[in-house]
């Protein structure tokens, strides 16, 4: 089935430090999101895109959607200990399929 | 309170049992989802729903039985429990073609 590579797998970094990540794909999607996972919890939605280099944000948060559409990145900045967690990106495939797809998700952790 | 919830959110059980896990949710989305999430693999779709009464296979559905009589509901029932089917479950609603909205997960052990 169609995958989305994800990367990095993890990162550490210091407080106050910005962290990149995002995701690809070989196929065209029509929407990309991006979810955090607590410890223990659900994953909850950050930000959702769904134009071709649609850039949004959400508080220190920042997505693109990729022009090419088989693309999306994720910025964070000025990280705080709060943004430890798991980040994941999803997108809906061209066709309009209801199912999502899933990245493997990157751990994030933040040095106080 | 609106949202999505799933009930219990730990379970163990023995191998051989039936266990259903419930998820409920009070936005009247008309598409509900289940996944597996497991160390290595990542979310994987169980099961899906449409609307009440219509529901579909997903990446890994042997060994599970859903059912939807009604748009709030979603029930996932493990017909004869394994080992392998030790794992964190989450349900998930969405409107049509739009973004999901995840349960908190049920953890199940099967010894």
């Known amino acids: 089935g169609q995958q989305l590579n994800q990367s990095p797998q993890s990162m550490f970094i210091q407080e106050g430090e910005d962290v990149s990540m995002n995701c690809t794909s070989s196929?065209?999607?029509?929407?990309w999101l991006w979810y955090k996972q607590d410890p223990g919890e659900g994953p909850v939605l950050l930000i959702a895109?769904?134009?071709?280099?649609e850039l949004t944000s959400n508080g220190r948060l920042t997505a693109q959607f990729g022009i090419t559409r088989k693309d999306s990145f994720l910025n964070i900045s000025a990280s705080i200990p709060s943004d430890v967690g798991i980040y994941f990106c999803a997108g809906q495939p061209q066709g309009g399929s209801e199912k999502l797809v899933f990245g493997k998700g990157m751990k994030l952790t933040v040095n106080p | 309170d609106a949202g999505i919830t799933q009930s219990p959110r730990y379970k163990i059980t023995e191998t051989g049992r039936q266990v259903t896990l419930m998820c409920h949710q009070t936005?009247?989305?008309?598409?509900m989802f289940w996944y597996r999430q497991d160390l290595g693999h990542g979310l994987r779709l169980i099961y899906y729903?449409?609307?009440?009464?219509?529901?579909d296979k997903g990446e890994v559905p042997d060994g599970y039985v859903v059912s939807r009589s009604k748009t709030e509901n979603f029930p996932l029932t493990l017909e004869s429990a394994t080992r392998s089917q030790t794992s964190v479950y989450f349900c998930a609603s969405s409107p049509p073609y739009n973004e999901q909205f995840f349960g908190p997960g049920t953890r199940l052990t099967v010894l």
């Open positions: 196929s065209i999607f029509n929407t």
């Open positions: 895109l769904y134009k071709a280099g």
């Open positions: 729903s449409a609307a009440a009464d219509i529901t």
């Open positions: 936005w009247s989305h008309s598409y």
